[in-house]
């Protein structure tokens, strides 16, 4: 039906027709796929979730005499230094090591706020060389004083989750956050109908290149995520029944939005990263469109019991997102109160924000220059021979 050439010169040209993912699916409710597909030239998705395998590239510029850093901290948070003499990488989920009172503080803390240019105090300890004479540095840095910062993120946007729930008779922290005992709660992260890649199942929209908005900023698909996993089980909708596709992306974070990108902290876990990340697909054809006509009823996430401490899990079955956003699923004639991870206003802000930056030609579509994989399968690290002990 069209282009993304075609589709961009609309854009330049203000004519664009451009609908959020919720506003698609109520148009295909009111007409049809077909009807819809006419109509419509770009559709935007969008989610704001913790997305704790994030990080930042930080280049800091050379000092005088130079320094070879081999340790840094960034107000207290340790910075991989294992690279380049002033290169830096901070990880979301770093904890602060300045005291007690820090340890609900990390990585993910301070990168929001660089990108809000708040300044943050740097101690750095250098490997004395006859090129890199100095032995330590401290300053302070903000976004302004330091050369590249970008967000650089193994694996974001997960295509599907879990539920949690703890079937056992204490209180559980984890990833998801706190999980009641005698399944108290269930908790989920990804937003069903309304997240990014179960509106693409089998990724044939997107692919390395595609240009996103990344926590304000445009950023770009780089490559598979870690974790990457396309052939989990799907329904006929090709929809999968638990974790599958990751992305791996990649951003400016000096242009980015502190608004879309926030530290957090889960109970007893450890600090992480809130982050908005929109994905705009472009309708080339019918398909595009019946994909993302997908509704919650239609999808469906793993119930996994996390309070036995193995790798596989056992489950509860499956239950579908319309269900879980009702506030309260069934678990063995039991009902258990759902909530989720994710910012249901904010993942439609980030789809509508994308909106309106293509409807205004400040953001434009890229076709991917290499698909990605889909035939990637999970490898389990199992200790064979080895001995494991559970704290």
């Not at 282009?3 to 007409?31: F, H, M, P, Y």
């Not at 970008?150 to 949690?164: D, K, S, W």
Request: charge should be neutral; charged fraction near 20%.
């Amino acid at each position: 039906m069209r282009s993304i050439d075609e589709i961009n010169d609309k854009i330049s040209q203000g004519k664009a027709t451009v609908w959020t993912i919720e506003e698609l699916k109520t148009r295909v409710q009111e007409t049809s796929i077909t009807q819809a597909a006419q109509e419509v030239d770009v559709i935007t998705t969008g989610t704001f979730e913790p997305m704790e395998s994030s990080g930042a590239i930080i280049n800091l510029g050379h000092t005088d005499p130079p320094i070879k850093i081999r340790q840094c901290w960034l107000d207290g948070v340790l910075a991989y230094s294992g690279f380049g003499a002033v290169d830096l990488y901070l990880g979301a989920t770093q904890v602060a090591e300045d005291g007690e009172e820090s340890r609900e503080r990390g990585g993910g803390h301070v990168i929001e706020d660089l990108i809000a240019g708040k300044p943050v105090q740097l101690r750095a300890l250098g490997q004395v060389t006859d090129c890199y004479p100095r032995a330590s540095f401290e300053t302070t840095i903000t976004r302004d004083t330091i050369n590249q910062f970008y967000l650089f993120n193994p694996r974001n946007a997960y295509q599907n989750f879990i539920v949690g729930v703890n079937g056992g008779d204490r209180p559980l922290f984890t990833y998801l956050g706190p999980l009641q005992p005698n399944l108290g709660n269930a908790v989920y992260s990804n937003l069903g109908a309304m997240s990014p890649l179960l509106n693409d199942p089998d990724l044939e929209i997107i692919g390395i290149g595609t240009r996103i908005f990344l926590g304000g900023a445009q950023g770009y698909i780089t490559w598979e995520g870690t974790q990457h996993f396309p052939l989990q089980k799907r329904q006929p909708n090709r929809t999968p029944i638990g974790p599958a596709a990751t992305l791996a992306l990649i951003g400016d974070a000096k242009q980015m939005n502190s608004k879309w990108v926030r530290g957090c902290y889960f109970k007893n876990y450890g600090p992480s990263l809130m982050l908005g990340v929109g994905i705009p697909f472009p309708v080339l054809n019918e398909t595009v469109v019946a994909h993302c006509a997908v509704s919650d009823k239609k999808i469906v996430a793993p119930v996994v019991d996390f309070s036995i401490p193995r790798r596989v899990r056992p489950t509860f079955g499956l239950v579908s997102y319309a269900q879980l956003k009702t506030g309260r699923i069934l678990i063995e004639g039991k009902p258990v109160r759902a909530a989720p991870l994710a910012s249901m206003f904010l993942s439609r802000q980030v789809a509508l924000e994308l909106k309106q930056q293509i409807e205004a030609g400040q953001f434009t579509l890229t076709a991917p220059v290499a698909p990605l994989p889909t035939d990637r399968v999970f490898l389990p690290q199992d200790l064979w021979g080895a001995q494991v002990r559970l704290e």
